[in-house]
C-alpha cells in the first residue's frame, strides 16, 4: 500500500507559524505601552536601541508604492505560501519551518495595517550605512535615500527573511529526481521516469513524490518497473526490407507510400504494425512493448530508418540526433538551379498561418532548422542535391527548399507539381509534365544513416540504392 503524504501541514508546524504571530504581536505591544512615537531606549549602549516607528511602507522601511500596495504584497506572500505548504510534497524540515517563519511575519505586519494602518518598527540597530540612488521599477518609483544607520525594523521583518533565506537554500539545492534518475544507467528515458512517479512505481523512504521532488542526499529510492504493457495496436505481416538487425535495433528501407506511424486515418498497414509482427525481442520502451522509431520519414519519402527495440537503445539514439551526430544523408530532385555548389539553409520551421497541417518558415514561434546541401548534377530543369540534416523538424528539407523556390520534383504540398509547371517555359513544359508523369510522390529519398551502436559502441553506417522511380527521373535528365 503507497503512502501518501498528508494533504494538510502537520500541527507541529501551524504551532510554529501561530507562535511566529504571537511573537511579533506581543513585542510591538509592548513597545507601544512603553514608548511614544520617535522615542528611544538603550539596550546596548548606541548599538542597539528600542525605537517605536509607525512606517507606511514595506520591510526594513523600503517605500515603493503605497498602503494598499502593500497590503496586497503581504496578501501575496501570504497565498504564495500556503500554495507552497499545501502543494509541496517535500518534508524537509527547514523547508516548512522557512515557509512557517514567511507566513508568521507576512500575517504579523498585515494585522498591523488593519490595526493601525501602518507597520510597527522597534528594533534599532546602528551598524551600517546605506546609499541608495533614485530609483524607478517598472511602474514603482523610489527617490532614493541615504542612512547612516540601518532602517528600524521588527520581529516579523526578521521572520521573513530567516524563512526566505531557508527556502531559497532549498530550492536552489539538490536535483529534480525525474533529471536524476535519467542521468543515471538505468536505461531508463526522463518521460518514463515521470510516468513511473506519477503512478506511484517511485518512492522515497516510503513516500510517493511529484517529478519535481529535489534530491537532498540520504534518501532510500525504490524503482519498480511493471511489465511492458501489449500495444493496442495490430501486428501485421507486411514484408520490410531489413537492412541490419540485432537485439538492440535494426535498419529498414522504407518503401514510399508506406505511413510509419498510426494516425488518424493511417491506423493499420503502417511500418510500426509490421514492426510489431516482425519484431519478436522487444523489451519496451517507455513501459510499452513497442518498437521505437527514433526519427521519421514522411509517408511519401522512401529510404533509411532506425528503429530501437529497447530503452537503452532509444535512449542512446535519441541523445545522438538531440547532440546532432546521427548521419542521415538524403538524395532530392529540385526544380531549378541551387545559387551556390554548396550551402547551408538555416531558416525556423513552425505551422503555416494560412494552413495549419503545413509547415512553413515562419519567424513566429518557428524553431531552429538546420540544413546543409551540396549540389552532385545539374540538368537542364534540376538539380540533384545531397542534403544533410543537422536538425529534424516536419517536412524540414521539403520546407526549406520551396522557401528558396527550388522546391523537391514532385511534392504536391509543397510546390513541385502543378504550381511549378504553370512557371515553367512553353518550350519546356511537356518535358516537365513527363518528369511529373514518372513519378508520383516527391523525389526525395533517405540515402544514408550513420550513428554510434548504443550497446558495442562503434560506429555503423549504412547506404541504400536509389529507388525506380527516382532513377527513372534521373535517366530522363540525362537523355
Known amino acids: 500500500m503507497i503512502k501518501k503524504n498528508p494533504k494538510t501541514p502537520p500541527l507541529r508546524f501551524l504551532i510554529i507559524t501561530i507562535l511566529v504571530i504571537l511573537a511579533d504581536q506581543l513585542s510591538k505591544t509592548a513597545v507601544i505601552c512603553l514608548l511614544p512615537p520617535g522615542e528611544s531606549v538603550s539596550v546596548l549602549g548606541n548599538l542597539f536601541r528600542l525605537t517605536l516607528v509607525l512606517n507606511p511602507g514595506g520591510v526594513f522601511g523600503t517605500r515603493l508604492g503605497s498602503q494598499n500596495f502593500y497590503a496586497f504584497i503581504s496578501l501575496l506572500a501570504i497565498g504564495i505560501t500556503l500554495w507552497f505548504f499545501f502543494k509541496t510534497k517535500t518534508q524537509e524540515k527547514s523547508f516548512r519551518i522557512g515557509l512557517c517563519l514567511v507566513l508568521g511575519g507576512a500575517v504579523g505586519n498585515l494585522i498591523d495595517r488593519f490595526r493601525f494602518g501602518e507597520v510597527v518598527d522597534f528594533l534599532d540597530f546602528d551598524f551600517f550605512n546605506v546609499s541608495l540612488p533614485p530609483t524607478k521599477i517598472l511602474f514603482l518609483k523610489s527617490p532614493g535615500f541615504y542612512l547612516d544607520r540601518w532602517p528600524v525594523f521588527n520581529l516579523a521583518d526578521s521572520f521573513v527573511l530567516i524563512g526566505m533565506v531557508l527556502v531559497v537554500i532549498h530550492l536552489a539545492s539538490g536535483k529534480r529526481i525525474d533529471i536524476f534518475l535519467s542521468q543515471k544507467d538505468l536505461g531508463l528515458s526522463r518521460a518514463f521516469i515521470q510516468k513511473l512517479i506519477s503512478d506511484h512505481n517511485i518512492l522515497v523512504d516510503g513516500n510517493s513524490i511529484k517529478p519535481s521532488y529535489k534530491i537532498k542526499g540520504g534518501e532510500k529510492i525504490k524503482i519498480e518497473v511493471p511489465p511492458p504493457e501489449k500495444p493496442s495496436l495490430e501486428p501485421e505481416d507486411i514484408p520490410l526490407d531489413i537492412v541490419y538487425e540485432d537485439s538492440d535495433l535494426l535498419v529498414v528501407n522504407k518503401k514510399a507510400g508506406m505511413v510509419v506511424h498510426p494516425a488518424a486515418g493511417n491506423y493499420s498497414h503502417t511500418l510500426v504494425n509490421a514492426l510489431l509482427f516482425h519484431c519478436k525481442d522487444l523489451s519496451g520502451i517507455n513501459g510499452v512493448l513497442r518498437p521505437d522509431i527514433v526519427h521519421r520519414l514522411d509517408k511519401n519519402t522512401s529510404g533509411l530508418l532506425v528503429i530501437a527495440k529497447n530503452d537503452l537503445a532509444h535512449l542512446s539514439l535519441a541523445g545522438q540526433i538531440k547532440n546532432r551526430t546521427l548521419l542521415r544523408e538524403y538524395l532530392a530532385i529540385t526544380w531549378g538551379h541551387m ?105 526525395l529519398h533517405a540515402k544514408k544513416l550513420g550513428f554510434v551502436h548504443p550497446r558495442t559502441k562503434e560506429y555503423q553506417e549504412f547506404d541504400s540504392k536509389l529507388p525506380e522511380d527516382m532513377e527513372a527521373v534521373l535517366s530522363l535528365l540525362r537523355s
Open 339 to 443: 545559387p551556390v555548389e554548396e550551402g547551408t539553409i538555416e531558416a525556423p520551421i513552425g505551422r503555416g498561418a494560412k494552413d495549419r497541417k503545413k509547415m512553413a518558415v515562419t519567424r513566429m514561434k518557428g524553431r531552429e532548422s538546420l540544413t546543409q546541401y551540396q549540389v552532385l548534377d545539374r540538368f537542364d530543369l534540376c538539380d540533384l542535391l545531397s542534403i544533410r540534416l543537422k536538425t529534424g523538424r516536419t517536412h524540414q528539407i521539403r520546407v526549406h527548399l520551396s522557401y528558396l523556390n527550388h522546391p523537391v520534383l514532385g511534392d504536391p504540398e509543397y510546390g513541385g507539381r502543378g504550381k511549378r509547371i504553370k512557371g515553367i517555359y512553353d518550350r519546356e513544359r511537356p518535358f516537365a509534365q513527363k518528369l511529373l508523369s514518372t513519378i508520383d510522390r516527391q523525389a
